[in-house]
């Protein structure tokens, strides 16, 4: 009986095993691989709207069940077979691979090579110098010089001979912020408070201030959310170098602003005393870096040397980056207050090229957004950029004083200023000596 309970038990488990068995082919049944397979794509560069055949199997027939997407950004398909599409390339695409998606199945192809293009337009202002608010086809700026932008794609303006602060909506109208429109020191409402060549803007989205450097009146501005001016470190119309709370600080001539950290502290290019100062949410206002002997030193807080920074602008990986304009370079402080030289040689020229071959003339305004950099090269006429690689390349302007829109390489520029960049990756320059704002766009 023990035998046969026992071989009775072991065919048992048998049957078990098999049914498990079998049941476990009746779960996972193999799947046919249904997703497409691209294996070329021709043209494999070119800029945006180009006319691209991509080739391969397991495609469809049916124009709605397939996508293409270029680096990301989803192109428009304007044919398809079961193994053929063709496809228009995005704007703002960049370098990167092909995807092909068909139903819910993708397959990812080879790196289409993007050509970018550039080109400037006109936004707001009439080229002549003078103040009127109102619409683009009507607006006046005086010698704009730095811009801020907000969350809602609304640009601040330093209107430095107008002695205003303007903002610009995204449909290009006008209107002032705060200044009476004449020279001096008040704080107050909007229509009582006066500026004296304010030279830079700068937007503190946690707090909603806008801060102002005051050139003139050597002093940091700061404004409230419906205009309303009060003096947040210096005293007015006196240059000095003091580090201590706000009102009795002293600065000389700053020309740029910058908010950064969940404190928003806000840092200064204090371009009289060639040095970089942060004003912190104690009001006390301390030297970041630097000293106020001109010079061209990397290092470390006041071991570093600047000659005359003109404009400051945080990047989104905790980098200070400055237009050391006397020096003719771009330099870049760490949070640790460690001041490096990014590009450029300390004398002035043009050249493009690596970070340590390229010549700029005069840099003042910069944009630090999304891994980049966007530099207005005043004295060159130009528009410059420096990628993460720090490799720089002109991106507008012909290098002779003009007003001309079009193709970034035929573009002219008098002496331009301030460059901030909306949600849209497009930038704006304030066109100093034109008295108008650009648009730049890289598409």
Same mark, same amino acid.
């Given at each position: 009986?023990?035998?046969?309970?026992?071989f009775?038990?072991?065919?048992?488990v048998?049957?078990l095993?098999?049914?498990?068995?079998?049941?476990?082919?009746?779960?996972d049944p193999?799947?046919p691989?249904?997703?497409?397979?691209?294996n070329s794509?021709?043209?494999d560069?070119?800029?945006?709207?180009?006319v691209?055949t991509?080739t391969?199997?397991?495609?469809s027939a049916?124009p709605?069940?397939?996508?293409?997407?270029?680096?990301g950004?989803?192109?428009?398909v304007?044919?398809t077979?079961?193994?053929?599409i063709?496809?228009?390339?995005?704007?703002k695409?960049?370098p990167?691979?092909?995807?092909?998606?068909?139903?819910?199945?993708?397959?990812?192809?080879?790196?289409?090579n993007?050509?970018y293009?550039?080109?400037v337009?006109?936004?707001t202002g009439l080229g002549?110098a003078?103040?009127?608010?109102?619409?683009a086809?009507v607006a006046?700026?005086?010698?704009?010089?730095?811009?801020?932008?907000d969350?809602?794609?609304n640009?601040y303006v330093a209107?430095e001979?107008n002695?205003?602060i303007r903002?610009?909506?995204?449909?290009?109208?006008?209107?002032t912020f705060?200044?009476s429109?004449?020279?001096?020191?008040?704080?107050g409402?909007?229509?009582?408070a006066k500026?004296?060549s304010?030279?830079d803007?700068?937007?503190?989205?946690?707090n909603?201030f806008?801060?102002v450097?005051?050139k003139?009146?050597?002093?940091?501005?700061?404004l409230s959310?419906s205009?309303y001016?009060?003096?947040?470190?210096?005293i007015? +119309?006196t240059? $000095? /170098?003091v %580090?201590?709370?706000g009102?009795? =600080?002293r600065? &000389?001539? @700053?020309?740029?602003v910058a908010?950064?950290?969940e404190l928003?502290?806000?840092y200064?290019?204090?371009?009289?005393?060639?040095?970089?100062r942060?004003?912190?949410?104690?009001?006390i206002l301390s030297?970041?870096?630097?000293?106020t002997v001109?010079?061209?030193?990397?290092?470390i807080?006041?071991s570093?040397k600047?000659?005359?920074?003109?404009?400051i602008d945080?990047?989104t990986s905790g980098y200070l980056?400055?237009t050391?304009k006397v020096n003719?370079n771009?330099?870049?402080?760490?949070?640790s207050?460690?001041v490096t030289?990014?590009?450029?040689? +300390?004398i002035a $020229? /043009?050249q %493009?090229g690596?970070?340590?071959? =390229?010549?700029? &003339?005069? @840099?003042?305004g910069?944009?630090?957004?999304?891994?980049g950099?966007?530099?207005?090269?005043?004295?060159?006429q130009r528009i410059?950029?420096i990628d993460?690689?720090?490799k720089?390349?002109?991106l507008?302007g012909?290098?002779?004083q003009g007003?001309?829109?079009?193709?970034?390489?035929?573009a002219?520029?008098k002496?331009?200023?301030?460059?901030?960049?909306d949600?849209?990756?497009?930038?704006f320059?304030?066109?100093?000596?034109?008295?108008?704002?650009?648009?730049l766009?890289?598409?």
């Open positions: 009986m023990i035998r046969i309970s026992q009775m038990s072991s065919v048992s048998l049957f095993l098999i049914g498990f068995a079998s049941c476990k082919d009746d779960k193999v799947v691989d249904n997703s497409p397979i691209i794509i021709a043209p560069n070119g800029p945006k709207g180009t691209v991509i391969g199997s397991k495609f049916d709605a069940a397939v996508q293409v997407f270029f680096n950004v989803q192109a428009s304007t044919s077979s079961a193994t053929e063709v496809a228009i390339v995005p704007a695409a960049g990167g691979k092909v995807r092909v998606v068909v139903g819910s199945e993708s397959g990812t192809g080879p790196v289409f993007f050509v293009t550039v080109s337009s006109t936004f002549v003078g103040f009127v608010d109102g619409d086809s006046k700026f005086n010698s704009p010089r730095g811009m801020a932008i969350q809602l794609d640009i209107d001979l002695q205003r903002i610009i909506a995204p449909n290009g109208t006008v209107t705060c200044g429109g004449l020279a001096g020191h008040a704080d409402t909007p229509g009582v500026f004296n304010p030279y803007v700068a937007y503190d989205g946690i909603n806008i801060y450097a005051d003139a009146n050597h002093c940091l501005r700061r959310i205009g001016a009060t003096t947040a470190a210096g007015p +119309g240059a $000095g /170098y %580090d201590g709370p009102t009795s =600080a600065l &000389n001539s @700053p020309t740029g908010v950064e950290g928003a502290s806000v200064i290019a204090d371009a009289g005393n060639h040095c970089i942060e004003h912190n949410y104690l009001e030297t970041f870096a630097g000293s001109s010079g061209q030193q990397d290092g807080g006041a570093a600047f000659s005359a920074p003109a404009d945080w990047d980056y400055v050391d003719h771009i330099r870049r402080i760490s949070m207050k460690e030289t990014v590009a450029g040689i +300390g $020229g /043009y %493009d690596d970070g340590f071959q =390229a010549l700029f &003339n005069a @840099p003042e910069i944009s630090a957004m999304n891994g950099l966007v530099v207005a090269d005043v004295a060159n410059r950029g993460a690689m720090l720089v390349t002109s507008a012909d290098g002779t007003w001309g829109d079009g193709t970034g390489a035929i002219k520029f002496n331009p200023g301030g460059v901030v960049r949600s849209n990756g497009d930038y320059i304030a066109d100093t000596g034109n008295h108008l704002i650009r648009k766009v890289i598409d």
